[in-house]
């Protein structure tokens, strides 16, 4: 039941979230491997890349790749937040008095993420490739035209077999590692302090919305980097044998990324991705507090 409410938590932060996920991935594309100023600059800031993207795809390229994304969360979120939440019903995340261990949570919300996102690169992959594609003349990055999550899935198994599908995984593993662990950790320890101070006690959530917010910046932060580099190696074109025509793998495509655009590529696309991961963490761990009231709720009613 955890890994149920975890999951239904995700999808519902992630309808929300996801044109920021579509900006964010163009702005990430934008100038691959190309110096400041030796590219075309279609995306200016997210305001303008969500004009740029409606006046040339139209209003519902903004929810591109929704269907795979919707699945990537169930699929993450009720791993890792499943697998969080089992940790904590068996006492390995609090002392004696109940307060949240900060090393204990930061070491299982690591796992977890690293578990999660196993299970979900390939939805990622194709997701990132669906958000990528647009009209000609705003195009960033390898247009893949896949058609739809199947037809995508079917594509890359015919060309590259089971493998290709996982393509990326090890990459996206450290990724959710690095951001599952930032966000948890930071929400837990955060909200325990408020709730143990009668700060932002007005409503029963709020102090989880304001700790939520803060465990976004924290993800954010800590996350873009690899986030940047997960994307360039998700969306390069593949040959016969599933090899990356652009990178070979995370560390080359960190130096190539150094080497031609600078290290603070590594950043691009942060703005929207604080805008993503704002209202989908505040959304997610929110529902999360609130779907495991009511399966405690209905857990103490089928007791009784």
């Avoid at 200016?44 to 969500?50: L, S």
């Avoid at 390898?142 to 890359?156: E, V």
């Avoid at 150094?258 to 761990?285: D, I, N």
Wanted: overall charge positive; hydrophobic content about 45%; charged content about 15%.
């Amino acid at each position: 039941m955890d890994f149920i409410v975890g999951g239904m938590a995700g999808v519902a932060a992630g309808f929300f979230s996801n044109p920021f996920d579509v900006v964010k991935t163009r702005m990430q594309l934008q100038g691959e491997l190309r110096a400041r100023g030796q590219h075309a600059v279609h995306y200016k800031n997210i305001p303008h890349a969500m004009y740029t993207i409606v006046k040339h795809d139209g209003v519902a390229a903004l929810q591109k790749g929704l269907v795979p994304a919707l699945w990537f969360q169930l699929v993450v979120n009720g791993v890792r937040l499943g697998i969080y939440q089992h940790a904590d019903d068996f006492g390995l995340l609090r002392d004696e008095k109940g307060n949240t261990l900060f090393v204990n949570s930061l070491f299982f919300g690591s796992i977890s993420g690293m578990c999660g996102a196993f299970f979900g690169s390939p939805l990622q992959l194709v997701k990132t490739q669906l958000m990528s594609y647009s009209s000609e003349k705003i195009a960033v990055g390898t247009q893949h035209a896949h058609s739809g999550l199947t037809y995508a899935m079917r594509k890359i198994y015919r060309k590259n077999g089971l493998g290709g599908l996982w393509r990326g995984a090890h990459g996206m593993m450290i990724r959710n590692s690095i951001g599952s662990a930032s966000q948890i950790a930071a929400y837990a320890v955060c909200k325990e302090w408020m709730d143990d101070n009668n700060m932002f006690q007005q409503s029963k959530y709020l102090s989880a919305f304001v700790a939520s917010n803060i465990g976004a910046v924290v993800k954010t932060i800590a996350l873009t980097p690899m986030d940047v580099i997960m994307t360039r190696l998700y969306n390069q074109s593949v040959d016969a044998e599933g090899r990356g025509q652009l990178y070979s793998g995370i560390v080359d495509c960190a130096r190539k990324i150094t080497k031609t655009e600078g290290l603070l590529a590594f950043y691009k696309g942060m703005g929207p991705s604080y805008l993503r991961q704002a209202p989908h963490t505040v959304l997610l761990l929110v529902f999360w507090d609130m779907l495991k009231d009511v399966q405690k709720s209905w857990e103490r009613k089928t007791q009784a």
